[in-house]
């Protein structure tokens, strides 16, 4: 989980940066804000096509993840 808590890490940085709330990234990327928490906190393990949503809503390369 260290590698998945890392990228969770690395989702918060950026969407505080760009001064979204959790609920406005969640609404962007389509998946639900339960889900982005979980990511956030390393607690569930995101698909690459979650994490594709994800970095397109946070507009960056999903090659920063990692």
């Known amino acids: 989980m260290e590698i998945l808590g890392n990228i969770g890490e690395k989702i918060k940085k950026k ?3 760009k001064n979204l709330k959790q609920n406005e990234l969640a609404k962007l ?3 639900s804000n ?3 928490s979980d990511i956030e906190i390393g607690r569930s393990s995101p698909a690459i096509k979650t ?3 994800i970095a397109k809503a946070l ?3 999903i090659k920063e993840f990692f």
């Open 29 to 31: 990327a389509k998946i």
């Open 59 to 61: 507009d960056m390369d």
């Open 51 to 53: 994490l594709e949503k």
């Open 15 to 17: 969407r505080i940066e």
């Open 34 to 36: 339960t889900f982005l």
